[in-house]
């Protein structure tokens, strides 16, 4: 059983910054973090394969980068220039497919989630 472990959340404000962390307890070659703000569908941010290939929602592209180290299993995520839209329960994923996509069908192993709060 993989077990995920996200950290970094917290409150700031529009511009802001944020480094999210996830450990896995065990090597997966593909790791993603997806967001779900109440009512709203749960969507994809970015996801990082093993090799260091990587994927964006389009609305994150520039401000957000991805980054896997696989000697610790930690995935990262960089949060630049936040705005009150971020605003979300951020999850950490994990998936064992053969292609790292946003694609949540593809994670099987889910994180508890960090709350990130962007205030205007």
């Known amino acids: 059983q993989v077990q995920l472990v996200e950290s970094g959340g917290g409150s700031v404000q529009a511009g802001g910054s944020l480094r999210l962390s996830c450990t896995s307890s065990?090597?997966?070659?593909?790791m993603a973090w997806f967001r779900q703000t109440p009512g709203k569908e749960r969507e994809g941010v970015a996801a990082s394969d093993s090799d260091g290939g990587t994927t964006y929602a389009d609305s994150e592209k520039g401000r957000f980068t991805v980054a896997k180290d696989n000697a610790k299993n930690t995935l990262f995520l960089q949060m630049n220039n936040l705005q009150p839209e971020d605003a979300a329960m951020y999850y950490c994923?994990?998936?064992?497919?053969?292609?790292?996509?946003?694609?949540?069908?593809?994670?099987?192993?889910w994180g508890q989630g960090t709350q990130v709060t962007v205030s205007s």
């Open positions: 994923a994990a998936s064992i497919a053969r292609t790292c996509r946003l694609n949540q069908g593809d994670f099987r192993y």
């Open positions: 065990t090597y997966t070659p593909c």
